[in-house]
Nanobody, 128 residues
Framework: QVQLVESGGGSVQAGGSLRLSCAASGYNVSNNCVGWFRRASGKEREGVAATRAGGQYTYFTDSVKGRFTISQDNSKNTVYLQMNSLKLEDSATYYC?????????????????????WGQGTQVTVSS
């Protein structure tokens, strides 16, 4: 049984940083594609970042390029999303998800419809 547990969310002022963690069980994060998604209030879920091949390849949506990084610790079976220079529009519930494939480059399609397992989410609130 695959379980994903996100943590690290919270409230931060604009310009600040947070690091989200996604701890996986029943799934090896180094094998396939792992993604981070977010859903802001009143908006559709969107893809934020993804990684595959043990973190060797990373992908980002345009709005977070240069500010967010995605990494993983294979020994802990955990994927991280480091978020720097946070903006008000980054406020959302953030979810990690995994899929039974290493195909990752189009991770954001359909807000993650191709992903098989999802965590419960962690809230990020950015204030001015």
């Amino acid at each position: 049984q695959v379980q994903l547990v996100e943590s690290g969310g919270g409230s931060v002022q604009a310009g600040g940083s947070l690091r989200l963690s996604c701890a996986a069980s029943g799934y090896n994060v180094s094998n396939n594609c792992v993604g981070w998604f977010r859903r802001a209030s009143g908006k559709e879920r969107e893809g934020v970042a993804a990684t595959r091949a043990g973190g060797q390849y990373t992908y980002f949506t345009d709005s977070v390029k240069g500010r967010f990084t995605i990494s993983q610790d294979n020994s802990k079976n955990t994927v991280y999303l480091q978020m720097n220079s946070l903006k008000l529009e980054d406020s959302a519930t953030y979810y990690c998800a995994v899929r039974s494939s290493d195909f990752c480059s189009r991770f954001a399609v359909g807000g993650g419809v191709n992903f098989d397992y999802w965590g419960q989410g962690t809230q990020v609130t950015v204030s001015s």
